[in-house]
């Protein structure tokens, strides 16, 4: 099945530090969700987004809609430990409203303390 | 509000050997989806349904049989286990109101399963 390119894969990153990751697609989308991972749970949202070139933060957390519509960006600033996890891209492709959801394969974050 | 639950979270079977897992959600959401997650493979769609007594096949439906006989749950069968069926399982639930929350897709904890 299709899927989007995530990168990078892994990571590691001293605490404090800033980190990017993204995701792209050959396709365009019309929402992009970014997921967290913790070991042993189920991905929980972080950051939704519906409008291409649209920039949302949630704490340290910074994510944008790529303005093509086929890519989007996660930022974490200023690091700390428990940001350690995987970090999932979602798309959701047009027509609206459809159920299809596509999933990046995750970049692993370790924060080294 | 426990929002998306699954049991068991864990499960052992032997090839041939039959299950259901069960997915509930307290959200009163009408979207529910059934994902395998594999390692190196990402998330990928096995069933979903978009209400009551509807169900439709995901990516990867082969092997696997779904109910949606209430809203607020979502059982995913399993006949006639393999050890291909190895994986780790997520339920999720999404709302289908016209507002932006419509494309947020909630996840539960997950219940990972191994076929030897």
């Known amino acids: 099945g299709q899927q989007l390119n995530q990168s990078p894969q892994s990571m590691f990153i001293q605490e404090g530090e800033d980190v990017s990751m993204n995701c792209t697609s050959s396709s365009i989308f019309n929402t992009w969700l970014w997921y967290k991972q913790d070991p042993g749970e189920g991905p929980v949202l972080l950051i939704a987004?519906?409008?291409?070139?649209e920039l949302t933060s949630n704490g340290r957390l910074t994510a944008q809609f790529g303005i093509t519509r086929k890519d989007s960006f996660l930022n974490i600033s200023a690091s700390i430990p428990s940001d350690v996890g995987i970090y999932f891209c979602?798309?959701?492709?047009?027509?609206?409203?459809?159920?299809?959801?596509?999933f990046g394969t995750g970049t692993r974050l370790k924060v080294l303390a | 509000n426990a929002g998306v639950t699954q049991t068991p979270k864990f499960r052992v079977l032997k090839t041939g050997q039959s299950m259901t897992l069960l997915c509930a959600q307290d959200?009163?959401?009408?979207?529910m989806y059934w994902y395998r997650q594999d390692p190196g493979m990402g998330l990928r769609l096995i069933h979903y349904?978009?209400?009551?007594?509807?169900?439709a096949k995901g990516e990867v439906p082969d092997g696997y049989n779904v109910s949606r006989l209430k809203k607020q749950n979502f059982l995913l069968g399993l006949e006639s286990a393999a050890p291909s069926q190895t994986s780790v399982y997520f339920c999720a639930s999404r709302t289908d109101f016209g507002q932006d929350e419509f494309y947020e897709q909630y996840f539960g904890p997950g219940t990972r399963l191994t076929v030897t």
């Open positions: 987004l519906y409008k291409a070139g």
């Open positions: 349904s978009v209400g009551e007594g509807t169900t």
């Open positions: 959200m009163n959401h009408e979207y």
């Open positions: 979602a798309g959701q492709s047009p027509p609206t409203g459809t159920y299809k959801y596509i």
